[in-house]
């Protein structure tokens, strides 16, 4: 559910820079299907990994979170098997303390001109390994989307795809001017960079099971926050996420570096 593990906050705002300068295309964006290509990890004598029967519900599942943007996703023929037991549990980098190196080093078998989605079994701790999944930015240099089998087919597929295709975490607090403003006034310079996400505290553990935020925490201007729990970008676990429209336009304008 986090970021590629190589912390380069200032190639992020030099991206954001770059989106910000460029026109996000307005109004009705065509429809576009954008092919996927799912690799299933195994160990190196072939046992365990996720069921191949799972791949289409998972794919259906994607495509009904993109529902209501332009974007659709396709699958360009059956799984691929990846027989390897050191990105069977993908392993902790000692030196960076990240995925960073054993996820590149997975990406190399990408296939190119399409998504490439890699359905891992977990992920090495520590740190605990609490993560379900793992994206990379487009203005990266590796380009995969890590998930666990258990993962695969939910929201969480949905989200890891908003990362690959540009989108920060809606409480995002690391890169610009740092934590959005409740009043918005900072909307363009800090937290996600988008103003129709509203400041976001981080909702992991401030949504209810009904899906209600029942944080009381307040911004650096001691406004209450008011965040979006059905956003997918967000972590409030909540089951119906949406993107908001400048989402949508932001993974538009990223879409072409696919095909880098
Ligand atoms: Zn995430």
């Not at 390994?129 to 993962?151: E, K, M, T, V």
């Not at 890891?160 to 295709?165: A, D, N, S, V, Y």
């Amino acid at each position: 559910m986090r970021l590629d593990s190589d912390p380069t906050p200032q190639k992020d705002h030099d991206a954001l820079v770059e989106l910000l300068k460029a026109d996000m295309p307005e109004g009705n964006l065509p429809p576009k299907v954008i092919p996927v290509k799912v690799h299933i990890i195994r160990e190196d004598d072939g046992s365990g990994g996720m069921s191949p029967d799972l791949v289409i519900p998972g794919i259906d599942t994607l495509n009904a979170f993109f529902a209501q943007t332009n974007l659709q996703f396709s699958l360009c023929g059956g799984p691929n098997f990846i027989d390897n037991s050191d990105f069977y549990v993908v392993a902790n980098d000692p030196v960076s303390q990240g995925y960073g190196p054993a996820l590149s080093e997975m990406a190399q078998n990408n296939e190119p001109d399409v998504v490439n989605i890699f359905v891992v079994d977990s992920f090495s701790s520590p740190p605990p390994s609490i993560f379900a999944g793992w994206a990379s930015f487009p203005w990266n240099q590796s380009q995969y989307i890590a998930i666990r089998h258990d993962f695969f087919d939910t929201f969480t597929l949905a989200h890891e795809m908003g990362h690959f295709l540009g989108l920060y975490h809606t409480h995002e607090d690391l890169l610009g001017d740092g934590k959005e403003y409740v009043n918005g006034s900072n909307c363009l310079s800090a937290g996600d960079f988008l103003c129709d996400t509203p400041a976001d505290p981080n909702l992991l553990y401030y949504t209810d099971d009904n899906c209600q935020y029942v944080g009381t925490l307040t911004d650096p201007l001691g406004d209450a926050y008011q965040p979006d729990v059905e956003n997918i970008m967000s972590y409030s676990g909540c089951v119906e996420t949406l993107f908001s429209p400048q989402q949508t336009r932001r993974m538009n304008y990223y879409l072409p570096d696919l095909h880098e």
